[in-house]
């Protein structure tokens, strides 16, 4: 068996998606309830909210694809990132699992700088609010200065509501605009 079963009761192949088995409700769903840093937050902090912040970070063209640049963590979980550095076939189906959300989306699958920039200052104050205090440095994190806000984490179902509402929005502006 090669599926998972997702909220909306849809079969999602993990070696073989296709767009047609994306659903913005699984993706809300998952990603409210899945916890940034396999869970070593001070309290629960959602990679649903961690991508909300990304994409409140990035001009408006890139919202869309900066709120999705982590949902394929809905389908195969959030993998802490020196783990998956060294995992170059979750990577590969990471990977495949991205090209699917693209393709679902009409989005390209190339992240542009303005996002990536965003997640690494969302990582920042991530570290800053959420994480315990150490004093080891995060090479990635070198001269990337966290957000001046503070962080308040919100519980999942409200990461929920936000976050699929937010995505819809995104989505009906995207069509509107193909439209134009």
Not at 45 to 57: K, N, P, R
Not at 97 to 111: K, S, T
Not at 163 to 178: I, P
Request: a negative charge; glycine letters at 2%; proline letters at 8%.
């Amino acid at each position: 068996m090669s599926w998972i079963l997702t909220h909306s009761g849809r079969q999602f192949d993990l070696v073989n998606p296709t767009a047609a088995m994306i659903s913005p409700l699984d993706i809300a769903q998952a990603l409210s309830n899945l916890c940034r840093f396999n869970g070593h937050t001070r309290t629960h902090y959602s990679v649903a909210q961690h991508s909300m912040l990304v994409s409140s970070l990035v001009p408006d063209q890139h919202k869309l694809v900066a709120l999705l640049h982590d949902a394929t963590e809905a389908y195969i979980g959030d993998m802490t990132r020196p783990l998956k550095a060294i995992m170059p076939s979750f990577r590969i189906a990471e990977e495949i699992i991205w090209h699917a959300i693209c393709d679902r989306f009409n989005l390209d699958p190339v992240l542009p700088e303005c996002v990536v920039r965003a997640d690494l200052v969302a990582l920042a104050t991530e570290r800053r609010d959420l994480m315990p205090k150490h004093p080891a440095e995060w090479e990635c994190l070198r001269g990337v200065p966290p957000m001046p806000e503070a962080i308040i984490p919100q519980p999942a179902p409200v990461a929920y509501m936000q976050y699929f509402s937010r995505l819809m929005e995104l989505m009906q502006g995207n069509h509107r605009r193909a439209c134009a």
